[in-house]
């Protein structure tokens, strides 16, 4: 679950539309509904393995999305296996962010030259099975500034933030104050890097995954940021 709900963070962040299924009956019934664009498949799952769901898409005639693998405990053997049955690449448990991230871009990117025929229609966006991602990203942030957040009624001060009319009150406990400060410093930073995560995880001098948990604690959710910024 824990890793469930990391990934869907990451790659929500990075713009993707995101379904789950904690099990493989919950990613057939997803995938009944319709193609995702994309599919991570873990390998050890509590009723039917990834493997064998792989070899029953492929069976099926339902392996028309790219599929990468992702396990903890799998062999070589495994991971040959599963690409011969026609998965697109394998991911090793723990995941380093980088590796993922370019792994979803190749298989999204592989995903998009494979419809691209001008004979087929565009497919209609539809949820994906497992911890998966759509090819449609968010907009990104205009790069401008953030706007004006009063924190609360009271005696205030301006925050020094280049000058972008931020306001914060001196009457708010320290733990509200810093978080109220928090928050503004990360909005700041994800207006002014364009809504890369990249860069400001590298601004802000956080490694990417906290800096994922953190903006989760203080409330900041880059994807309606990015809107409220078009």
């Known amino acids: 679950m824990g890793i469930r709900e990391l990934l869907s963070e990451i790659l929500g962040d990075e713009g993707h539309a995101i379904q789950l299924a904690e099990n493989a009956q919950q ?7 319709g193609a995702p664009d994309l599919v991570l498949l ?3 799952m509590p009723d039917t393995d990834g493997v064998t769901l792989l070899k029953e898409w492929q069976r099926d005639g339902l392996l028309t999305m790219p599929v990468i693998m992702m396990s ?9 296996e599963a690409t011969r049955i026609g998965a697109l690449n ?6 380093a962010l980088q590796k993922l991230l370019k792994a979803v871009q190749q298989g999204l990117t592989r995903a998009q030259e494979t419809v691209r025929a001008p004979s087929v229609a565009p497919r209609p966006a539809a949820p994906a099975p497992a911890e998966e991602s759509s090819s449609h990203s968010l907009p990104s942030f205009g790069g401008s500034a953030p706007q004006q957040l ?12 280049e000058g972008h009319g931020y306001n914060l009150s001196f009457d708010l406990p320290l733990r509200e104050a810093r978080d109220a400060f928090e928050r503004m410093y990360f909005e700041h930073h994800l207006g002014r890097e364009g809504g890369s995560m990249t860069r400001v995880a590298e601004k802000t001098g956080l490694e990417r995954t906290h800096l994922y948990r953190k903006l989760k604690q203080l409330g900041v959710e880059p994807g309606k940021l990015a809107k409220k910024n078009l």
């Open 27 to 33: 990613a057939r019934e997803a995938r009944a509904a």
């Open 42 to 44: 873990d390998i050890w």
């Open 72 to 80: 903890g405990h799998a062999t070589i053997d495994t991971a040959v």
């Open 90 to 95: 394998f991911l090793e448990k723990p995941i």
């Open 150 to 161: 009063m924190v609360r009624p009271g005696i205030t001060a301006p925050a020094a933030a």
